[in-house]
């Protein structure tokens, strides 16, 4: 069974930093793109970051240079590391994997963990 769970939200200030992580379970990705989308309620699902095997990584515009994915091929895991939070980072984050499509659309990804949530305070 595959299971990816992710950990490390939580209730910061604006300004704080987090470090959210994935792991994959019952099947390894190191062959295929993981990464983090987000959903703030009312609003649709939407990219966040993205890393293939090789290491090329992606980013959406709202938070390129202030966050940072990396990714561990050996131990299965995928981690977002956010800086200088604000309060529009708030949403659920979920991670993703085993892409087939437009990387940026959630709706290419065939698993998905069950999201952790990031309240940032202003």
């Known amino acids: 069974q595959v299971q990816l769970v992710e950990s490390g939200g939580g209730l910061v200030q604006a300004g704080d930093s987090l470090r959210l992580s994935c792991a994959a379970s019952?099947?390894?990705?190191?062959?295929?793109?993981m990464g983090w989308f987000r959903q703030a309620p009312g609003k649709e699902r939407e990219f966040v970051s993205m890393t293939w095997s090789s290491g090329v990584t992606d980013y959406a515009d709202s938070v390129e240079g202030r966050f940072q994915i990396f990714r561990d091929n050996e131990r299965n895991t995928v981690d977002l590391q956010m800086n200088s939070l604000k309060p529009e980072d708030t949403a659920i984050y979920y991670c993703?994997?085993?892409?087939?499509?437009?990387?940026?659309?959630?709706?290419?990804?065939?698993?998905w963990g069950q999201g952790t949530q990031v309240t940032v305070s202003s």
């Open positions: 993703a994997a085993s892409r087939s499509g437009d990387y940026r659309k959630a709706q290419s990804y065939a698993y």
């Open positions: 019952g099947r390894s990705f190191s062959g295929t793109a």
